[in-house]
């Protein structure tokens, strides 16, 4: 299976913030869910990808291409929704598509007029007048519009209603059936991707912290939950995160096996991918 984006030893620094050998891959056929609280580096990441940071240092390559050469043809190629979305407000749907399309070789007006009826969209209404959830819409209608075969998004359901994030991931998971395309998916709403991600990627304070496919998350992280009485100081070492009280103990773990034997009596629930994400933020800020 080929890699559809690489990126490898990303740095990029600001005063107060930096990405730190940022590195990881997205296979075609994949939607990889990037996650991470605000502030974590997933945005500057992205922009970094694009072009739109300058980065101090690190390789990015895009359909087996590095941006820094082939930035043009990579660009032709790929579908940019950012959650700013950059448009003229006192044009129409329509006269912002005259003005985009030109910029793409393989722009389909029939594949325009198409997603714009499926999401309901009027071409003749002002951008001024969309909703936030319409002009993400508006987003995606331009970014599937020219064959893209990669989609790089950046908190694209952010802010929005239940129904149009459902109607987004829909377009997503109906994209994918396509073969040989790729989704990169920045967002800390981690319930999105209980839905659509196949694999996961933590970046927190600038570092990737994992790389893993939601299954592997699935089967191997466990919530476990017993008497705080039963914890020692070997024991309390089984855990990313805990939480004691007067009641008990809550923890997230990855060695679900030893703590089945370490501690008796114990609760044990499935983890979901927030469990996770905030486990493995938590064990840092508690190791700083």
Known sequence: MNNILEVAGLNKTYEKFSLKNVTFSLAEDCIV?????????????????LGLARKN????????????THEKEIKDRIGVVMDEGCFYGDLSMDEMKSIIAPAYTRWSNNDYRDFMRKFDLDPKQKISTL???????????LALSHQAELLIMDEPTSGLDPLVRSQ??????????????????????TSDLDKIADMLILIDDGKIEFEKSKDELFENYRIIKGDAKLLNSENKKLFLSLKVTNYGFSGVTDNVVKAQKSIPDIVIEKAGIEDIMLAHIERRTHSV
Not at 33 to 38: K, L, P
Not at 179 to 186: E, I
């Open 33 to 49: 869910g990037f996650i991470g609280v605000n502030g974590a580096g997933k945005t500057t990441t992205i922009r970094s990808i």
């Open 168 to 189: 987004l991931l829909d377009i997503m998971a109906e994209y994918m059936k396509q073969g040989g395309k790729g989704v990169f998916f920045s967002t800390h709403i």
């Open 131 to 141: 909703s936030k959830g319409m002009r993400m819409k508006y987003s995606l209608v």
């Open 57 to 68: 240092s690190g390789k990015i390559s895009v359909l087996g291409m590095d941006m820094d």
